[in-house]
């Protein structure tokens, strides 16, 4: 066996030589789970320096997951680490889960100071994102995203059929007196509220009609949400559809969790000061998630919005990047 072992390593040394080629390290975590095989999965490249775009969008087709985030150097004083985000088919501004979940990773493998609680700074394409990072011992338990944006009513106009439609429903399965809004915190979304959680288990999106009735429409990702019957003011199940940035559906998204504050906050059911939320979203998919949500309300204005939760990490690993490509600089969405 011995002298088996010696032939083949001297043949795999002599004909298959390690190519000398770029590597990046990264490393892969479920956000807003605390769990492993729950919430939304990341992949996180901590040091993308020489990195071009070309490159960085191939890289989050082959993961294939809803976001991949390469990190670099900070462009201004403020900010800890310049992030870009992208999803499968384009980059994007701002998400949330991203967010929360490279503050994660940052903190888990000792790229910025493990104080008990910390606040870094993400320069994003809407500006320096603020997350806060709470820690026991060495190790990030809960990471908060404040946003950079707050919430903006998106003026649009929706035929309740045409929605009903596209999610295989009725026009009766809404909820009577929530109409569909959308708002933005940088990606707009689409809010629909229907009556309870057998009607939101069965919606199926019909791609075709999505594309033709809501394409070119400026908020066309879809959050369907109903309330928790037990805790109607504190508590709601969701699910996010989003094939205009690639994304069928989506186990978790903290950029939709963060607009959703603008619906609630218009609600006459929201209070002044205050307001928590936790958000259960991706149980349709196998992939329950929470996500906390806060936001503080006064003289009926949101004035402060964040989202947080838990990051598990799940593997770790380098990618060998094809040289040849001509290098360019980071600038992205900033």
């Known amino acids: 066996m011995g002298e088996n072992s010696c032939k083949i390593k001297k043949f795999s040394d002599k004909c298959c030589p390690i190519p000398r080629v770029p590597t990046y390290s990264y490393y892969t975590a479920d956000v807003f789970s605390d769990r492993i095989f729950g919430g939304n999965p990341l992949a996180v490249f901590p040091e993308a320096s020489g990195l071009t775009r070309t490159q960085m969008q191939k890289i989050a087709a082959e993961f294939n997951f809803s976001e991949t985030v390469f990190v670099f150097a900070p462009e201004t004083p403020q900010g800890t680490k310049k992030v870009r985000i992208f999803t499968p088919s384009t980059e994007l501004p701002f998400a949330g889960h991203p967010t929360v979940g490279t503050a994660y990773i940052l903190a888990l493998i000792g790229a910025i100071p493990p104080y008990q609680e910390t606040t870094i700074y993400l320069e994003e394409g809407v500006g320096l994102v603020p997350v806060k990072i709470i820690m026991e011992g060495e190790k990030p338990v809960y990471s908060e995203l404040k946003v950079a944006q707050l919430p903006e009513l998106v003026t649009d106009t929706y035929a309740l059929d045409d929605l009903a439609a596209i999610l295989s429903l009725s026009v009766a399965d809404f909820l009577p007196g929530y109409p569909p809004r959308a708002f ?16 939101l288990g069965k919606i199926k999106l019909n791609l075709t009609l999505w594309s033709s009735l809501l394409g070119q429409s400026p908020a066309n990702s879809l959050f369907v949400c109903c309330f928790d019957p037990e805790s109607p003011l504190s508590r709601l199940y969701g699910r996010m559809f989003a094939p205009g940035l690639g994304v069928m559906e989506d186990p978790a998204t903290g950029s939709a969790v963060a607009a959703l504050a603008g619906y609630l906050g218009a609600l006459e059911s929201s209070r002044e000061g205050m307001n928590q939320w936790t958000i259960i979203q991706g149980v349709e998919m196998g992939r329950p998630s929470s996500l906390q949500l806060k936001f503080q309300k006064n003289n009926r204005k949101i004035t402060e919005v964040s989202v947080g939760g838990a990051s598990v990490l799940v593997c770790q690993g380098k990618m060998i990047i ?4 001509t290098k360019s600089p980071t600038k992205g969405l900033l």
Not at 189 to 198: H, Q, S, T, W
Not at 322 to 325: A, F, L, S, T
């Open 184 to 199: 933005s915190c940088g990606l707009p979304f689409l809010f629909i509220p229907v009556k309870n959680r057998d009607i």
């Open 322 to 325: 094809p040289d040849g490509e």
